[in-house]
């Protein structure tokens, strides 16, 4: 882990007594806490910048190459920051006692209520455990070991290890699924409101094989799956096998195929065909984060959509994954999509905790519409 960064805000009253700004004293104070972050001993500033209305910016170094700042709002928030070098294998010099050490000290100086320490932030490291939900928060992922990285013609692949989760696999450092996640494979196959046995499914993508060994535990009459990626199915073959077991150790055996192929000119050819399933489980990217409907993703995403609801018997269903539950207007966006297909549908969907997520996912249920009424009409279900 190359460099250590520590984080703390503190609120002070400003029109109080304690108001760092106005009391050089306490100033000094602070400069000498604040550079006993990263050295022993208080010292001197390197640089002292008085920002004038705005407040006031010092930083510090220390011979070893660390270095702190502190800077005081005078709206009333001080914040210190610490950076320190740790070679690989090393301990760091900075540790989180002396951190909360400093920061009751600052506190006590300042009569502050309220102040906050954040974890260490490791910045550079060989491992990289940060990944943003999709609202854009920090997640810290327990990351261990890089157990597998290429790059195909598709995608950067990347298998991590977490002690919780077990290995992950990322696209583009996107999260996809890891061996603690049945939860996601079984919401995109309903969740035990679907009976597969005797039914032709086609799954879309679906590389790390989760979803087809899920369906192999049943009898459908026949799952084909299309997948682009045989670096994802190799490296999902060798390092997931919590997801696909020995599911695709052979692409074809009694009643399913994985074919290694774009999706896209199969389907085209099942339209041609009039080849048609019970299932379609459309396994691919999620649901496009745009403020319109527009580019080459919502493009994708509608020729899928459109090609599957032809693909798709009249009583078929359609599963897929959508967004982060947080996600409101993409998803929103993706339901309006559903409105402009050429046939009518409708949907449900479902928002579940996938545990290796860190923030709940949305999964849809999609039919058409004629179908519904019939099968309403034949065994009372919808
Ligand atoms: N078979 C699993 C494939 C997963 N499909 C893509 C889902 C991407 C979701 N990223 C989730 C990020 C959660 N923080």
């Known amino acids: 882990m190359p460099a250590l960064h520590t984080l703390l805000d503190f ?14 004293a306490l100033y000094r104070d602070l400069c000498s ?21 705005s407040g006031s910016l010092d930083v510090f170094t220390a011979e070893n190459g660390s270095h702190a700042t502190l800077r005081v709002y005078p709206q009333g928030l001080l914040t210190v920051d610490a950076e320190v070098w740790v070679a690989e294998g090393e301990q760091p010099s900075i540790t989180a006692e002396h951190v909360a050490s400093t920061q009751q000290k600052i506190n006590e100086l300042l009569g502050c209520k309220k102040s ?36 195909s013609p598709y995608q950067n692949i ?11 696999l990322l696209l583009d450092n996107d999260p996809n699924l890891a061996e603690s996640d049945i939860a996601y494979t079984r919401a995109i196959l309903g969740n035990g409101r679907e009976d597969f046995s005797g039914k032709t499914v086609l799954i879309l993508g679906g590389g790390d094989g ?30 997931l096998r919590g997801i696909c077991h020995d599911s695709m150790d052979q692409l074809k055996g009694h009643n399913y195929e994985v074919l290694v192929e774009d999706c896209i000119p199969i389907l085209e050819k099942y339209v041609r065909e009039g080849t048609m399933f019970d299932y379609v489980i459309n396994d691919l990217t999620a649901i496009p984060i745009s403020t319109q409907p527009v ?5 994708f995403l509608r020729k899928i959509l459109d090609f599957s609801m032809q693909v798709l018997k009249p009583t078929g269903r359609y599963y897929t994954q959508g967004n982060g539950a947080n996600m409101v207007d993409a998803l929103r966006m993706y339901e309006g999509q559903l409105e402009k297909l050429s046939c009518k549908v409708e949907f449900s969907k479902e928002t579940v905790c996938v545990p290796s997520y860190h923030e709940l996912w949305v999964f849809y249920r999609i039919w058409k519409v004629d179908a519904a009424k019939d099968m309403q009409s034949t065994n009372g279900s919808s």
């Open 11 to 24: 609120q002070f009253e400003p029109g109080g007594p304690k108001n760092p700004l106005g009391d050089q």
């Open 33 to 53: 806490l604040v550079s006993g972050l990263v050295q022993s001993g208080s010292a001197a500033p390197l640089s002292s910048v008085s920002l004038g209305d």
């Open 116 to 151: 906050k320490r954040f974890p260490f932030i490791k910045r550079g490291a060989r491992v990289d455990p940060y990944v943003p939900t999709a609202d854009n928060k920090l997640i810290e992922y327990d990351f261990d070991e890089v157990v597998y990285e290429a790059d």
């Open 158 to 168: 990347k298998i991590m290890h977490s002690p919780q989760f077990g290995n992950m």
């Open 210 to 239: 989760g979803i087809l060994h899920e369906l192999r535990q049943g009898s459908p009459k026949w799952v084909t799956m299309l997948e682009i990626d045989q670096l994802v199915i190799n490296a999902a073959i060798k390092h």
């Open 295 to 299: 580019g080459d993703s919502w493009d």
